[in-house]
């Protein structure tokens, strides 16, 4: 790694507090600052060096025993650095040192920026992971934590947001007024946070003496509820959970338009995307509510979990966000035991596990040398690879200690900054295992293991064969050490169907041992029990069969597990496509609406990558074989809901509908949902929240353009922001060259809805294998203008979706492409490109030929 000098600011200067004053007006297109900090010096200087980025500093003094020294201003614009040379030396010790700044308002989401609606004007900082130097002349570093006083000097009607409570209001001039807010406890710059607009806020909840406020745009309160009812829920849970209160004497959620994250935990003032926070709760599906309460729980614990306790440096930025990520599932596993939270929970493990059987991927906790390669971090790696892990070790040590563990590390390092060593300390102090030992490979090496499950009879007992390897989506040579896991491996076996399976514990970390296997007679096993474990799961072929007629004793999990598995060594080449077509065929009258949800999943890719490869005969021939195996569903669920249906039975009904009307084309289903859209386009009977989703789509591929026109009427027009989102989305779905053409005419509207949907939008449009060549040929010419206006991070998003559907013969221009037009946050994401690319050209020809073998004859009911 290179050293420190070059990419972090020196350690003999320490910031002890700051006070920060600002003129902002969302009318205006830049904005003024004046910040004074207090420092420590541990040795003398002539030089001090902060971040900095888009300012000009205007003045720079120090401070020391009574005496101003003036600093001369140097850029190193390749660091983001501003270096101040002082006309003489300052002495070690305590410093003041008082900088006037200014900068312009961005319009990409970053650092401070401005809304997109200029008839209602506002202004929000987004400073994570590196924006705060956008903002202010800062100590941009997360383990550099100091408490901050700011001040904000506004039109007079205007409301006012910061971390911390309102201290006392003063009048100014023109029109204006000053606000002054009380200091926070100490805080990284990157979670200062401030707003200024016509912003309204809804009653107080209180939890214990927290006030929970939610602030939105005027006319939106009707929509904060819900918002209200989760955050106090979750609060509530939380604390009994760290046993230690909410560490802030407010709690302010604000809703926004537009927003680069989904949101962001800033300490006391969270800011949300309005799509994820605002909601009918009576009108909105069970998805729509999961993703609001579990983001609404998610950056609550980051309350504890990354604003008390800070990761050091950005290589530990997992720290922060998985944790947030289970515990967030793990609170609303307890608020809502009926939502089957940890089921939605593997959907998302999916996609890690996709990318990280990638040579592109990277550890959970990667080197990272400076702000650029802090940006790449923020993916499904970080978040859910991490947070799978967490399971993984919580599952394994048993919840109480596990807990116990968490709640030692917060005590001892609160209101600092922390390394994954020290959270792995606390639990072999409270658990008496070697935690690092096992858990580091796993956040140190890239990838993760196929573990190989067999089971072999030992005289009177059965013995369980484990082996591991590392899981490749791409074959490569052989050659070079080995990589081994510590493997806390829970499997489950059974005897029949007498309902009896108990779970097998074994830690392993050779490439192949044996477990015990409780006893004889065994007549199934499954190598991940409630797919606990970050890992692939291969079973023998007689494994294999006994899983198949045992189907039913597996759970929901191990169910969602057993198609993602089997699809991953599919498309490897570890595995014929036929076994797991075998699968979904036995899994035809499932009811849990997960497990139609990976089976879906799964198919979808083999329409997105396989059949664009074997022609439109085989494409019918699918589409008829999913109507084969799940057609009776709808038959026994139709269109509405029944008197008594639980919310399970409810989304059940729409995953076949999307099943077998989207994936499947079924014309009864695509009349009846075309149906349905018109009267709702016509304000005559609204959509079920549960099957709004799948009707607009299935409506729109059937769609003529003048559907087309009132679907994207509907986004201007619509009363929630999901409902918004929904048309838009919707959008996609419509065929033929000049539906695409209006689809992407919508990406590019900035007054049709706020960028992070068009963002979604476009992507969509990427990932279909129709429309994604002229999706990209758009992009290209779009590109610098998204470039202004989109953040990096949601721009390597969407060049990430280049790689979902297009031809892989178009993957030296997408290279050659961002080679000429560099990705911000996502060099990594073009070599992932590639790769996707290129597993995508060597394997879809052959599952090509197994999926037609497979479906010749296309099979009868």
Same mark, same amino acid.
């Given at each position: 790694?290179?050293?420190?000098?070059?990419?972090?600011?020196?350690?003999?200067?320490?910031?002890?507090?700051?006070?920060?004053?600002?003129?902002?007006?969302?009318?205006?297109?830049?904005?003024?600052?004046?910040?004074?900090?207090?420092?420590? *010096?541990?040795?003398?200087?002539?030089?001090?060096?902060?971040?900095?980025?888009?300012?000009?500093?205007?003045?720079?003094?120090?401070?020391?025993?009574?005496?101003?020294?003036?600093?001369?201003?140097?850029?190193?614009?390749?660091?983001?650095?501003?270096? *101040?040379?002082?006309?003489?030396?300052?002495?070690?010790?305590?410093?003041?040192?008082?900088?006037?700044?200014?900068?312009?308002?961005?319009?990409?989401?970053?650092?401070?920026?401005?809304?997109?609606?200029?008839?209602?004007?506002?202004?929000?900082?987004?400073?994570?992971?590196?924006?705060?130097?956008?903002?202010?002349?800062?100590?941009?570093?997360?383990?550099?934590?100091?408490?901050?006083?700011?001040?904000?000097?506004?039109?007079?009607?205007?409301?006012?947001?910061?971390?911390?409570?309102?201290?006392?209001?003063?009048?100014?001039?023109?029109?204006?007024?000053?606000?002054?807010?009380?200091? @926070?406890?100490?805080?990284?710059?990157?979670?200062?946070?401030?707003?200024?607009?016509?912003?309204?806020?809804?009653?107080?909840?209180?939890?214990?003496?927290?006030?929970?406020?939610?602030?939105?745009?005027?006319?939106?309160?009707?929509?904060?509820?819900?918002?209200?009812?989760?955050?106090?829920?979750?609060?509530?849970?939380?604390?009994?959970?760290?046993?230690?209160?909410?560490?802030?004497?407010? *709690?302010?959620?604000?809703?926004?338009?537009?927003?680069?994250?989904?949101?962001?935990?800033?300490?006391?003032?969270?800011?949300?995307?309005?799509?994820?926070?605002?909601?009918?709760?009576?009108?909105?599906?069970?998805?729509?509510?999961?993703?609001?309460?579990?983001?609404?729980?998610?950056?609550?614990?980051?309350?504890?979990?990354?604003?008390?306790?800070?990761?050091?440096?950005? +290589?530990?930025?997992?720290? +922060?966000?998985?944790?947030?990520?289970?515990?967030?599932?793990?609170?609303?596993?307890?608020?809502?035991?009926?939502?089957?939270?940890?089921?939605?929970?593997?959907?998302?493990?999916?996609?890690?596990?996709?990318?990280?059987?990638?040579?592109?991927?990277?550890?959970?906790?990667?080197?990272?040398?400076?702000?650029?390669?802090?940006?790449? +971090?923020?993916?499904?790696?970080?978040?859910?690879?991490?947070?799978?892990?967490?399971?993984?070790?919580?599952?394994?040590?048993?919840?109480?200690?596990?807990?116990?563990?968490?709640?030692?590390?917060?005590?001892?390092?609160?209101?600092?900054?922390?390394?994954?060593?020290?959270?792995?300390?606390?639990?072999?102090?409270?658990?008496?295992?070697?935690?690092?030992?096992?858990?580091?490979?796993?956040?140190?090496?890239?990838?993760?293991?196929?573990?190989?499950?067999?089971?072999?009879?030992?005289?009177?007992?059965?013995?369980?064969?484990?082996?591991?390897?590392?899981?490749?989506?791409?074959?490569?040579?052989?050659?070079?050490?080995?990589?081994?896991?510590?493997?806390?491996?829970?499997?489950?076996?059974?005897?029949?169907?007498?309902?009896?399976?108990?779970?097998?514990?074994?830690?392993?970390?050779?490439?192949?041992?044996?477990?015990?296997?409780?006893?004889?007679?065994?007549?199934?096993?499954?190598?991940?029990?409630?797919?606990?474990?970050?890992?692939?799961?291969?079973?023998?072929?007689?494994?294999?069969?006994?899983?198949?007629?045992?189907?039913?004793?597996?759970?929901?999990?191990?169910?969602?597990?057993?198609?993602?598995?089997?699809?991953?060594?599919?498309?490897?080449?570890?595995?014929?496509?036929?076994?797991?077509?075998?699968?979904?065929?036995?899994?035809?009258?499932?009811?849990?609406?997960?497990?139609?949800?990976?089976?879906?999943?799964?198919?979808?890719?083999?329409?997105?990558?396989?059949?664009?490869?074997?022609?439109?005969?085989?494409?019918?021939?699918?589409?008829?074989?999913?109507?084969?195996?799940?057609?009776?569903?709808?038959?026994?669920?139709?269109?509405?809901?029944?008197?008594?249906?639980?919310?399970?039975?409810?989304?059940?009904?729409?995953?076949?509908?999307?099943?077998?009307?989207?994936?499947?084309?079924?014309?009864?289903?695509?009349?009846?949902?075309?149906?349905?859209?018109?009267?709702?386009?016509?304000?005559?009977?609204?959509?079920?929240?549960?099957?709004?989703?799948?009707?607009?789509?299935?409506?729109?591929?059937?769609?003529?353009?003048?559907?087309?026109?009132?679907?994207?009427?509907?986004?201007?027009?619509?009363?929630?922001?999901?409902?918004?989102?929904?048309?838009?989305?919707?959008?996609?779905?419509?065929?033929?060259?000049?539906?695409?053409?209006?689809?992407?005419?919508?990406?590019?509207?900035? +007054?049709?809805?706020?960028?992070?949907?068009?963002?979604?939008?476009?992507?969509?449009?990427?990932?279909?294998?129709?429309?994604?060549?002229?999706?990209?040929?758009?992009?290209?010419?779009?590109?610098?203008?998204?470039?202004?206006?989109?953040?990096?991070?949601?721009?390597?998003?969407?060049?990430?979706?280049?790689?979902?559907?297009?031809?892989?013969?178009?993957?030296?221009?997408?290279?050659?492409?961002?080679?000429?037009?560099?990705?911000?946050?996502?060099?990594?994401?073009?070599?992932?490109?590639?790769?996707?690319?290129?597993?995508?050209?060597?394997?879809?020809?052959?599952?090509?030929?197994?999926?037609?073998?497979?479906?010749?004859?296309?099979? @009868?009911?």
């Amino acid at each position: 790694m290179p050293s420190r000098s070059k990419h972090r600011l020196s350690p003999s200067v320490r910031p002890q507090s700051a006070e920060l004053r600002f003129e902002l007006d969302p009318r205006r297109k830049d904005f003024r600052g004046e910040v004074r900090y207090a420092l420590q *010096l541990d040795r003398a200087t002539d030089a001090l060096e902060l971040h900095a980025a888009d300012l000009v500093v205007a003045r720079a003094v120090a401070r020391s025993d009574g005496q101003a020294i003036r600093a001369r201003v140097e850029w190193q614009r390749d660091r983001e650095v501003v270096r *101040l040379r002082f006309a003489r030396r300052l002495a070690a010790g305590s410093i003041r040192l008082e900088l006037a700044f200014r900068g312009r308002v961005r319009r990409d989401l970053r650092g401070l920026y401005r809304s997109a609606d200029d008839a209602s004007p506002w202004l929000a900082t987004q400073l994570c992971p590196t924006d705060a130097r956008r903002f202010f002349p800062a100590f941009d570093e997360p383990a550099i934590k100091l408490r901050y006083r700011i001040s904000a000097t506004v039109p007079a009607d205007a409301t006012v947001l910061s971390n911390a409570p309102i201290e006392f209001e003063e009048e100014a001039e023109r029109g204006r007024k000053t606000v002054h807010f009380q200091p @926070t406890p100490p805080l990284s710059a990157y979670l200062v946070a401030l707003a200024v607009g016509p912003f309204e806020a809804g009653p107080a909840l209180h939890v214990g003496p927290t006030p929970i406020r939610v602030y939105t745009l005027p006319g939106r309160q009707i929509l904060a509820s819900f918002a209200r009812e989760a955050a106090a829920e979750s609060l509530e849970r939380l604390e009994r959970w760290f046993e230690i209160p909410h560490p802030y004497p407010k *709690l302010d959620l604000l809703a926004l338009p537009d927003f680069a994250f989904g949101a962001m935990e800033n300490a006391g003032a969270v800011f949300f995307r309005d799509s994820v926070l605002l909601l009918d709760a009576a009108q909105a599906s069970p998805a729509e509510l999961f993703r609001s309460a579990e983001t609404i729980a998610h950056e609550l614990a980051h309350m504890w979990f990354g604003n008390l306790v800070t990761m050091a440096w950005w +290589n530990d930025l997992w720290l +922060n966000e998985s944790f947030a990520t289970w515990m967030a599932y793990e609170i609303l596993d307890g608020w809502q035991g009926d939502w089957r939270v940890w089921q939605s929970f593997a959907h998302r493990r999916e996609e890690a596990l996709e990318q990280d059987a990638l040579a592109t991927s990277h550890p959970i906790a990667p080197p990272v040398r400076d702000a650029k390669e802090a940006h790449e +971090n923020f993916d499904a790696i970080t978040y859910t690879k991490g947070a799978s892990v967490l399971r993984m070790l919580e599952q394994y040590l048993g919840s109480e200690r596990f807990r116990e563990g968490v709640q030692l590390y917060l005590r001892r390092h609160r209101e600092r900054a922390a390394t994954a060593s020290d959270l792995w300390s606390a639990l072999a102090e409270v658990c008496d295992e070697p935690i690092e030992k096992i858990v580091a490979p796993w956040t140190l090496q890239t990838g993760f293991p196929l573990v190989r499950v067999e089971r072999r009879s030992d005289g009177d007992r059965d013995v369980i064969v484990l082996r591991q390897e590392r899981f490749r989506a791409r074959p490569v040579r052989a050659g070079g050490a080995a990589v081994r896991w510590p493997i806390p491996w829970i499997g489950r076996v059974g005897r029949g169907d007498d309902g009896n399976a108990r779970a097998v514990r074994h830690l392993f970390s050779k490439a192949r041992d044996t477990a015990p296997g409780q006893g004889a007679g065994l007549t199934w096993i499954y190598g991940n029990a409630g797919e606990a474990g970050f890992f692939r799961v291969g079973h023998g072929e007689s494994e294999w069969q006994d899983l198949l007629a045992a189907k039913t004793s597996l759970s929901p999990l191990e169910r969602i597990g057993l198609v993602g598995h089997q699809w991953a060594l599919a498309r490897a080449g570890q595995a014929k496509l036929a076994p797991l077509l075998d699968l979904v065929a036995c899994l035809g009258e499932e009811e849990d609406p997960d497990v139609l949800a990976a089976i879906e999943r799964v198919l979808a890719r083999i329409f997105q990558r396989v059949v664009p490869t074997a022609g439109t005969a085989l494409e019918a021939r699918l589409r008829a074989w999913i109507e084969v195996y799940f057609g009776a569903q709808v038959d026994a669920l139709g269109f509405e809901a029944e008197p008594g249906d639980d919310r399970s039975r409810r989304e059940r009904r729409a995953q076949i509908l999307s099943l077998v009307g989207g994936l499947g084309r079924s014309e009864a289903i695509g009349v009846e949902a075309a149906r349905r859209t018109a009267e709702t386009l016509t304000g005559r009977t609204p959509l079920a929240p549960e099957l709004a989703d799948a009707i607009v789509q299935i409506a729109a591929r059937r769609g003529d353009a003048a559907l087309q026109r009132a679907y994207r009427a509907a986004v201007g027009q619509a009363a929630t922001p999901q409902a918004r989102r929904r048309w838009l989305l919707g959008l996609a779905a419509f065929e033929g060259e000049e539906a695409i053409g209006a689809g992407l005419d919508a990406v590019v509207d900035r +007054n049709l809805a706020p960028s992070v949907d068009r963002a979604g939008l476009l992507v969509a449009l990427l990932a279909s294998p129709d429309a994604a060549a002229p999706a990209w040929t758009r992009l290209q010419r779009v590109w610098k203008r998204l470039e202004r206006e989109w953040p990096p991070i949601l721009l390597a998003r969407v060049a990430a979706a280049t790689g979902m559907a297009l031809p892989p013969e178009r993957a030296r221009e997408i290279t050659a492409f961002f080679k000429t037009h560099p990705l911000a946050a996502g060099p990594r994401t073009l070599r992932q490109i590639s790769e996707e690319l290129a597993i995508a050209r060597q394997g879809a020809a052959r599952l090509g030929r197994e999926l037609e073998a497979y479906l010749d004859p296309q099979p @009868t009911a």
